[in-house]
């Protein structure tokens, strides 16, 4: 069965393109039963801002894909990077280091898929 590693890297000002990444990852496990990981990077993390005015559905999006069983993770570094603490995000969502992160999942087995 196909592993997938889906990596979001839209930020706050292309929430369409957020929601194709986890629609994507969501069917993907649902639809066609794929083990799939996803990690927000880059400007990808704004999106997980507790304040945003869309937060209520990211948020309902990201416990769907939890239910799922996909791992949902952030990177750390991008965070960081933004200016951003973890502080002001969704609470429950991994952190890990991108680049770390990715070298580990292709060494699994995942493809690597982003938006």
């Given at each position: 069965?196909?592993?997938?590693?889906?990596?979001?890297?839209?930020?706050?000002?292309?929430?369409?393109?957020?929601?194709?990444?986890?629609?994507?990852?969501?069917?993907?496990?649902?639809?066609?039963?794929?083990?799939?990981?996803?990690?927000?990077?880059?400007?990808?993390?704004?999106?997980?801002?507790?304040?945003?005015?869309?937060?209520?559905?990211?948020?309902?999006?990201?416990?769907?894909?939890?239910?799922?069983?996909?791992?949902?993770?952030?990177?750390?570094?991008?965070?960081?990077?933004?200016?951003?603490?973890?502080?002001?995000?969704?609470?429950?969502?991994?952190?890990?280091?991108?680049?770390v992160e990715?070298?580990?999942?292709?060494?699994?087995?995942?493809?690597?898929?982003?938006?």
């Open positions: 069965m196909a592993k997938l590693f889906v990596i979001s890297t839209a930020g706050k000002d292309d929430i369409n393109r957020a929601n194709m990444a986890m629609n994507f990852a969501y069917n993907a496990v649902k639809n066609a039963g794929a083990t799939v990981a996803f990690m927000f990077l880059g400007r990808g993390v704004e999106t997980l801002l507790k304040d945003s005015g869309g937060s209520k559905p990211m948020l309902d999006m990201i416990n769907n894909m939890k239910e799922l069983n996909i791992d949902v993770m952030y990177c750390k570094v991008s965070l960081k990077g933004l200016g951003l603490n973890p502080e002001i995000i969704f609470d429950g969502i991994r952190d890990v280091m991108g680049g990715t070298a580990k999942r292709v060494d699994e087995g995942y493809s690597v898929i982003t938006f």
